[in-house]
């Protein structure tokens, strides 16, 4: 099984809707839920989400408000709010790729600076993670941290699900490379 | 047989989830601030919901005076940009705001947001664009100014944060540059305000004419559109060039609370043409646009006397929010009927900016010489930087695109629409030059560099600023104008555009040297939002 040894994967269903909602979306109606419900049951686990794919908790906070304030925005006519939050992310991130690329080796040098060993696995692991090219990195973190499908990866990345196959095959062909160093 | 992401390797796929999960688990909790989010998207959805009836407002009059082509023009730019035109908060502030100070009792205040530009009046509306948070910046030009105007600006009161001297169409008038008041005087307040737009009047009495914006909240600039400064009205004559043989060239008049600008109907086709427009009124026969803006102009028909009857004339109204259209309408009527042919003393008088403009104006005829080509390895875009006319006062930027020719995005300066970047602009007036480059999210970085030394004298570098992730304002940099003023930018970053095939390798930005990220220490990315660029002199 693919997700062989992954916990549970996050949901992103929202309690209080009709349905469970996954990305990939049934049928969730959300119209009633308040802004409020949206907010708490969303802010942590976008945080995580943007912070997991930008490996920088600042600014992972940062883009989970801006991305409530996009959503707030267009909150009418969003049907998943926990998708659309998610693809805002990695818009967001998209679109201003270079600035937190920038803001993960500032982080790295600053643990370098403070002595601080990067020699546990994770970290390995991370730091090779975090080299991937930013829509590799995207997929990967969709698949393994918030177990989406590829149709729903495909979604928030705006590609094609063949797409979504290919940016985890070469990710992980990466991914091993490194480890096997 | 699996897919190719049905990776054989568990231990590859633990690891990873593992890795994510202890990042995951490093985050610590934070309640967010909903509150912020509400409040700023409630005023994200004004400002959507004003901008939309205001263009819906402006390009319903506009085509009810048979402007299409304005119409045309302010839908398309918005269109285009998806950007709000005007901000609430700008429509509700009170028309004027006087600034008393000594020596100088008529203040006449300007109510345009943008400033004419070495390309005329659409060279300036660009002026504005911008980061909507962290940034201003303007064509400027400069004009004689004296101890007392200079003491009257440094008196302006703290709420202004910065005041921009404009002069005629950017010029400056070359005999006298010990009197040039820096192009972009910046007063800095604890606030967030700047006032903007200081205009000197090209006459002897410019000192008793000293206009002075009202203040603004830095922000709202981003929100004001390149093309759609705060019409309100146009109303167009069309007549023969041959009758306006005076205004050929350029012509500017900036009397009191107005200015009027002329040009030849072939520049204006031709750059909307670049800016991918149709239907314009004016590249029809020869015919010369003079567009008149702001404040109380149709107060003071008669002094646009000078104007020919039979030109194009194209009048740009503010219309204030309570405004009855038809007394608008009324008023424009009025000042029609007080147009007649200009005197030769009125020519007389306009002597001096119009062979300073003359000279501007022929140098923009020399074709761009590329200078630089920078060619971002593995990326879409090129960026080209043209040549550095130093008696034009103006550069001129071009940018390609690999695959679809190249495009004249900036020629002239003037602002653009379409292609990577939005709108740049190099206006160099007196000893320094402004640079002001924006770019939409295709371009990541650009690196600007101003040298008045073809050896050294790397005057700074350009800025990059990604919190918008539709544009990024690219940099601004004053450039001491200096022997060899070439002005080289450089994409250090540059993105596919959306659209683009998603199969495409990624292609990822080199790695940074740690003199790069050094270099980056101080930049504005570590600014809070709310703090200044301090792209300009702090006084």
Redesign the interface.
Known sequence: M??????EPIPLNLPGAVERETVSGQAVVESDLS??VV?NQQ??SL???A??LV?N?TV??EL??EA???W??HRGSVEYPAAYLRSTVV??I??????F??SR??AY?LEVDGDRSLTS??DV??DQ?DAL????RTA??L???EGCS?AEIADII???P?????L??RA?AT??LG?ER | M??????Q????????????????G?????????D???S???M??RR?TTSRRILGSVTAIALAFGAIGVAQVVSKRNENLAVPVLSPELLEMPSFRLIPSDGIDDYILQDDMGTAGPSGPFGGFASFWGDASRHVSVSVGTFPITDDLRQSAADLPRSVEAMIAVGPNGSQPSNQPESVMPPMSYWRSENDKFGVHVTFPPDTAWKDQVAVARTIRIGDFGEISATAPPFGLQLVFNGPLSELEPLERWAIWNRRDYWVAAQRPSKVAEKLDRLGFTGFGFAANEEVVVRGLTGSLFKNPERLSWVEKGWTVTVNRFETPNQDPAETKAELLKFAEGLRPATEKEWSNLAQPVDSLLRVSADMKKPTRMVSQTEVAGTQWKLLVGEAVTDAKCVNISVTSSGSGEVNLAKDCVPVSGGPALFSSIVAVGDQRVLVALFN?TV??VKVRGSSDPNESIVTDGL?V??N??WTYVGSVIVPLVGNDDVVIEAL?V?PSEGID??A?????P??SDEE?AA?DNEV?DQPPTESLGLFPVK
């Open positions: 693919f997700m062989m040894g992954n916990p802004v409020e907010f802010w942590k945080v995580r989400f912070t997991v490996g908790a992972g906070e989970a408000q409530f304030t996009r707030y925005v818009n967001l998209r679109g201003q790729h270079r600035r690329k920038v080796r500032r040098l696995p994770h692991m991370l993670i090219p930013q829509r590799q990967v973190v698949r393994f941290y590829e705006g590609c094609r063949g797409t979504v196959k290919s985890l095959s992980l991914l091993r480890i | 699996g897919t190719h992401t049905d990776v390797d568990e231990r590859i796929t633990s690891a990873v989830v593992e890795a994510l999960q202890h990042r995951a490093s985050v610590v909790d934070t309640e967010g601030q909903l912020s989010i509400v700023n998207g409630k994200n959805e959507r999210e990541q970085a990059l990604a919190n992730p539709e970053r993105l998603v199969d390798p990624d292609v990822e930005a790695p940074l990220i980056l990315l």
